[in-house]
């Protein structure tokens, strides 16, 4: 099955700078490929997706860019703010037009005021 | 539109009892997914239901029913909780083969 690998798994930025979450994955049949946000004592919400038939995809301060070669997405927050600060997780589909999402293991942000 | 909700948000049960969770979504979605998270795991799916009337196992099904009699609503059990079993579990729900709306989640504690 599919297998997907999240790094690193804390990463701390001053408030302005950039962040940047790499994710790897392992079927090469995976088509979507989804980042979700979870703030402390919440469900994960999804902030940005990306498919396999385009190579970035942004929205105002984030963007997520997809190498289908290399099978890894990376997602990059720009200008970063305190209110970003959160759990950041990566999945990958099971293969193309498959509803299960395999998930990796988590990033926590934290941005320094 | 509530989305999708939980019931209930905590719970703390003794080894060896019962109980059941409900997740319900107002969103007309076909599928619904029950995952588990624990430190440093990230999300494992335990069931999952791609209609009214069907369940399939997922990555982490052992120790846990599941039951979709309604559209609107995906039931886990848990017959026999065991220590093992203490998480937080999700809920979400799709239209499609896409993105996955979740719900608050249910915070259990087996003793």
């Known amino acids: 099955g599919e297998n997907v690998e999240q790094h690193p798994s804390t990463l701390s930025v001053q408030e302005g700078d950039s962040a940047v979450i790499k994710c790897t994955y392992s079927?090469?049949?995976?088509?979507?490929f989804p980042w979700y946000k979870q703030e402390l004592g919440k469900g994960p919400q999804l902030i940005i997706d990306?498919?396999?038939?385009?190579g970035e995809k942004k929205d105002q301060r984030i963007a997520v860019t997809l190498n289908k070669t290399a099978k890894h997405f990376s997602l990059h927050i720009t200008e970063t703010q305190p209110e970003d600060s959160a759990v950041y997780f990566c999945?990958?589909?099971?293969?193309?037009?498959?509803?299960?999402?395999?998930f990796g293991k988590g990033t926590k942000l934290s941005v320094i005021p | 539109n509530a989305g999708v909700t939980q019931t209930p948000k905590f719970r703390v049960l003794k080894t060896g009892q019962s109980m059941t969770l409900l997740c319900a979504q107002d969103?007309?979605?076909?599928?619904m997914y029950w995952y588990r998270q624990d430190p440093g795991m990230g999300l494992r799916l335990i069931h999952y239901?791609?209609?009214?009337?069907?369940?399939a196992k997922g990555e982490v099904p052992d120790g846990y029913n599941v039951s979709r009699l309604k559209k609107q609503n995906f039931l886990l059990g848990l017959e026999s909780a065991a220590p093992s079993q203490t998480s937080v579990y999700f809920c979400?729900?799709?239209?499609?083969?896409?993105?996955?709306?979740f719900g608050p989640g249910t915070r259990l504690t087996v003793l």
């Open positions: 990306i498919r396999s038939n385009v």
């Open positions: 979400a729900s799709s239209s499609d083969t896409d993105t996955q709306y």
């Open positions: 079927d090469s049949a995976s088509n979507y």
């Open positions: 969103m007309n979605h076909e599928y």
């Open positions: 999945a990958a589909n099971s293969g193309a037009g498959s509803y299960q999402l395999t």
């Open positions: 239901s791609v209609g009214e009337g069907t369940t």
